[in-house]
């Protein structure tokens, strides 16, 4: 069974600065790997979708990297604000929208 | 453009009771999944339909069930409720050209089992 793991569990930081969150998955037989966030009290916002095939994929100041082979994929954030604070999601997707999701990072940007 | 829009957004409901929620997707959206969210086990994909078919069936028993009507809009049901039914309930829509798209969530029916 496809295991996800974030780390790490939380993360503060002051604003401005520039910050990576950690994703791994046990089984690389993946068809993409997502990025969420999610507000309290809130459903998910999709933030990048990398398939299988890519390597990353950027959106403003976000960029996601995936790397199969070492069933690891990272969400670097530019020059974090206050607007970014949120809990992070990762999941990957096995088939039609299986998703396997891990436990989250919960970002606090510091103004 | 309209959201994907749950309901209700909150339900309490007692142990042994039956539950129906409700999701309408993104106008044209055909997919629609269904996950749980609980603090101890984080989000569960329950199950996904395409065109009133279930394609895909993630691991929770029989009392959770769903069904998906001919203008894309779905049900689940839960029966027999128990106190670990607990949760947050998110439904999720997408096109389904393919299988691997950007999914859309809705906000959610908090269900309280007492």
């Known amino acids: 069974k496809q295991e996800v793991t974030q780390i790490p569990a939380a993360l503060s930081v002051p604003e401005g600065e520039n910050l990576v969150l950690n994703c791994s998955f046990t089984d690389s037989a993946i068809y993409n790997l997502q990025w969420f966030r999610q507000d309290p009290g809130k459903g998910l916002t999709s933030l990048l979708l990398i398939q299988s095939s890519q390597r990353e994929q950027t959106s403003g100041r976000l960029n996601a990297s995936l790397d199969k082979s070492s069933g690891r994929s990272t969400l670097y954030i530019a020059a974090s604000q206050p607007g970014d604070s949120a809990t992070y999601l990762c999941?990957?997707?096995?088939?039609?929208?299986?998703?396997?999701f891990g436990t989250g990072t919960r970002l606090t940007v510091i103004p | 453009k309209a959201g994907v829009t749950q309901t209700p957004r909150y339900l309490i409901k007692t142990r042994g009771q039956q539950v129906t929620l409700s999701c309408s997707p993104i106008?044209?959206?055909?997919?629609v999944s269904w996950y749980q969210q609980t603090p101890g086990q984080g989000l569960q994909f329950l199950f996904e339909y395409f065109s009133e078919t279930q394609r895909n069936k993630g691991n929770f028993p029989g009392r959770f069930s769903g069904r998906q009507f001919s203008n894309s809009r779905s049900e689940m049901n839960v029966s027999t409720l128990e106190l670990g039914d607990s949760a947050l309930y998110l439904c999720?829509?997408?096109?389904?050209?393919?299988?691997?798209?950007?999914?859309?969530f809705g906000s959610g029916t908090q269900l309280s089992v007492l």
């Open positions: 999941a990957a997707e096995t088939g039609a929208n299986n998703l396997f």
């Open positions: 999720a829509s997408s096109l389904a050209k393919g299988w691997h798209e950007k999914l859309f």
């Open positions: 106008s044209g959206h055909r997919s």
